[in-house]
Nanobody, 115 residues
Framework: QVPLVESGGGSVQTGGSLRLSCAAS????????MGWYRQAPGKQRELVAN???????NYATFVKGRFTLSRDNAKNTVYLQMNSLKPEDTAVYYC?????????WGKGTLVTVSS
């Protein structure tokens, strides 16, 4: 069983929206933090947003006001609603789940924003 299943990437024009989803396997228990990172070509992987088990969120400055992270604990799923997308948001987006002591990464989903 694949630990993390990501979906929702794709191509949009500037100003468009996409919604990413990441479902963690039901065998993963006691998930503390779920979130998304991204890596653009030639750049380091960076945090986009994460959310704790109690719902507290943490956003990177460059997405505040445009992206919204939410979590369904019953489904072990985290959602990233991305609005007002810009070309600089183009990257591979990776789901991350921290279930101590394990830190899991998804395979990544490509988001391409054209001008």
């Amino acid at each position: 069983q694949v630990p993390l299943v990501e979906s929702g990437g794709g191509s949009v024009q500037t100003g468009g929206s996409l919604r990413l989803s990441c479902a963690a396997s039901g065998s993963i228990r006691s998930i503390h933090v779920m979130g998304w990172y991204r890596q653009a070509p030639g750049k380091q992987r960076e945090l986009v947003a994460n959310i704790g088990s109690g719902g507290s969120t943490n956003y990177a400055t460059f997405v505040k006001g445009r992206f919204t992270l939410s979590r369904d604990n019953a489904k072990n799923t985290v959602y990233l609603q991305m609005n007002s997308l810009k070309p600089e948001d183009t990257a591979v987006y990776y789901c991350n789940v921290y279930s101590p002591p394990v830190n899991l990464w998804g395979k990544g989903t490509l988001v391409t924003v054209s001008s």
